[in-house]
């Protein structure tokens, strides 16, 4: 019975909140400090009431609920006191610090139930360096802050806890996970399973393309990676080990393809509305930048997942596309998604734009009758989409936190010249200083708290050696997303792992190793401007659209040993000649003013020429008869 009433009423706080947010994308009723409070009041309501029903025991249940209850008083203090805070920035009276402690401590708990204790524990070295750092010698020293001080600055003087990462929540990402929740519901996935059959049928490796085609849909539009691999693989993944993936490589082509769809635009997980926030440019301009990285990371993904099945010998059933389901399904997630980047371009804000998108997603559901959701579906589908919200709201919250430690200890100045000095100047020592740090700041965090870590972190520092602001956001952004995939803490491939019933370190390997374009794109953005569609050279821009697929495409051939057949030492050899000269050529920059990339281009074409026409003439050779090959051996 208790458990009957924490899910109703769970059901209703979600549906309160989501009613709650798509009522202030048409009507400014509360000002932006008063909405974050509201927003942040649902948000300890919905985790702690999910926390009671998850409890194993009363007692565990019962204190959830207390903490649910103190959440909502402690945010209602902030909402009635409002300009009582202003007033007292910095200078909080006896009551607000003692308010300003509880809604630390609740972020705190709130964080660690819903991601663990990666977050908690970053924040909590950065609280403890804004009290004390002032005991540190030499370059880590700040001038001496007292408690009174540091309370208010994090969290009751509306910094902090309150402030851009939680208004970008509240304002951005909340109804846009909402909108991917909705997703299943109205049976999109449908779509998303038909266009990855397509992808199965050009690709060798039937069931991996489709895996790595529906899994990147849904996944630029879910927002975190680790839920994407809960909800597709469930499906994806006991039908690849069904047709020969071993479940290591099962797990990690669903890992693989869910984390790269955080990478592409138009939403790239939310983090667009973050970058376009900090970078302080229109969305458009963002998702236009990230088109062309995206596509390569995906390349790479599906040439991986193709070698793999080559390597195995995995000869998957051709699955047959069911066209009439993809042409009804296709409007239920193209037209909304249309209307969505219509609006965004237009610089309608991102939550109204999500507004109408959702509107128009469940209208368009109902117009079909296998379409049609059962109202209780639709429901739980919003709520379940609600919470997940919240999951990613408290993150930003606790990121809030560590965002002002940096700002008013001037941490951040003293970390980008604490790169500039190990790096001594050299741009590519800085950037691999730089891409550690963004995946250790992103190991185990939801992609946009991940991508704010970097943003608010290192990036500073890549723009101090002199590279242009978009390209070092896509750089660290780019790390912070990888880090789902690079182990010891590779959370999308542990949940790969865990439905594969694989090795988790075995999966993790394999997924870093078919995700290696995520880790060699980042530095052809830096290098090439092309990538973001910001040519500095036509001519160089041209050759690099054919260099950087074919030294990709060679590049992973190399990896696996593999083509369109296994290759031999010296295939191998020029292929991997043939990926270092390409993505040399693209990466290059003229020295002393002699323009040496062109023939690098010219010998990595020829290089991927010679090992192409072997590997036709080996693949006909291995299709001819047994009998043919006797009679002319």
């Not at 368009?364 to 639709?378: G, K, V």
């Not at 896509?474 to 995939?485: H, P, R």
Request: with cysteine.
């Amino acid at each position: 019975m208790r458990l009957r009433l924490l899910d109703g009423a769970l059901v209703l706080s979600g549906l309160a909140m989501f009613g709650y947010q798509m009522l202030t994308t048409q009507y400014l009723f509360l000002g932006s400090y008063e909405h974050q409070a509201v927003h942040l009041a649902f948000i300890f309501l919905l985790l702690f009431l999910y926390q009671a029903r998850q409890s194993k025991t009363r007692i565990g249940m019962v204190l959830n609920l207390a903490l649910a209850a103190l959440g909502v008083a402690a945010s209602g203090y902030v909402l009635v006191n409002m300009v009582h805070l202003e007033e007292v920035f910095g200078f909080p009276d006896p009551t607000d610090v003692v308010v300003g402690v509880v809604l630390i401590g609740l972020v705190v708990i709130a964080t660690r139930a819903a991601w663990g204790w990666t977050l908690p524990i970053v924040a909590a070295i950065f609280v403890a360096y804004f009290l004390w750092g002032d005991a540190l010698p030499g370059h880590l020293y700040h001038r001496p802050f007292n408690f009174d001080y540091v309370v208010s600055y994090l969290s009751i003087g509306l910094s902090g806890i309150f402030g851009q990462f939680l208004g970008i929540s509240a304002n951005q990402v909340f109804l846009f996970v909402v909108f991917g929740s909705l997703l299943g519901i109205i049976k999109v996935n449908d779509f998303f399973l038909e266009a990855g059959k397509i992808a199965g049928k050009a690709f060798r490796g039937g069931p991996g393309q489709t895996a790595v085609v529906s899994s990147g849909f849904i996944g630029m539009i879910s927002g975190a990676a680790v839920a994407n691999v809960a909800v597709t693989g469930a499906f994806t993944i006991p039908y690849m080990k069904q047709v020969g993936y071993k479940p290591q490589h099962a797990g990690a082509i669903e890992a693989a393809a869910s984390t790269g769809g955080q990478l592409m635009p138009p939403v790239m997980g939310a983090a667009a509305f973050l970058m376009a926030s900090f970078l302080g440019v229109s969305y458009d301009a963002v998702m236009l930048a990230g088109i062309l990285p995206a596509v390569l990371y995906f390349w790479g993904v599906m040439l991986g997942v193709q070698f793999l099945a080559v390597r195995f010998d995995i000869k998957a059933p051709l699955e047959r596309v069911d066209y009439r389901k993809l042409m009804r399904r296709l409007p239920l997630f193209g037209l909304p998604l249309a209307v969505l980047i219509t609006l965004l371009i237009m610089q309608y804000s991102p939550a109204k734009s999500a507004f109408w998108a959702i509107l128009l997603a469940i209208g368009l559901s109902y117009i079909d009758p296998q379409t049609r959701p059962r109202p209780l579906e639709l429901v739980k589908s919003i709520a379940g989409g609600a919470l997940i919200g919240a999951q990613i709201g408290i993150s930003l919250a606790i990121v809030g936190m560590i965002a002002q430690t940096l700002i008013t200890t001037g941490l951040g100045n003293k970390i980008a010249g604490l790169v500039e000095i190990l790096s001594a100047g050299n741009l590519l020592i800085g950037l691999a200083l730089t891409m550690v740090v963004s995946i250790i700041l992103g190991c185990g965090v939801p992609t946009s708290a991940a991508y704010t870590l970097v943003a608010i972190v290192v990036i500073p520092s890549v723009i101090k050696m002199g590279i242009d602001p978009m390209a070092a956001h896509f750089f660290s952004f780019y790390f912070a997303v990888i880090s789902s995939l690079t182990p010891p803490v590779a959370l999308a491939a542990l949940a790969g792992a865990g439905i594969a019933g694989a090795p988790y370190f075995k999966t993790a390997l394999s997924a870093a190793k078919l995700a290696i374009s995520g880790f060699i794109i980042p530095f052809l953005i830096i290098f090439n401007p092309l990538l973001t569609f910001n040519p500095v050279n036509w001519v160089w821009g041209l050759g690099t659209i054919i260099a950087v697929p074919l030294g990709m495409t060679a590049l992973t051939a190399a990896i696996y040993g593999c083509g369109l057949t296994v290759l031999s030492a010296r295939e191998r050899l020029l292929a991997t000649a043939a990926a270092a000269l390409m993505l040399g050529y693209s990466g290059f920059r003229h020295v002393d003013g002699l323009p040496i990339e062109y023939p690098m281009l010219a010998l990595g074409a020829l290089a991927f020429i010679a090992v192409l026409v072997s590997q036709i003439r080996t693949s006909r050779a291995k299709e001819q008869p047994a009998e043919f090959r006797l009679q002319n051996g």
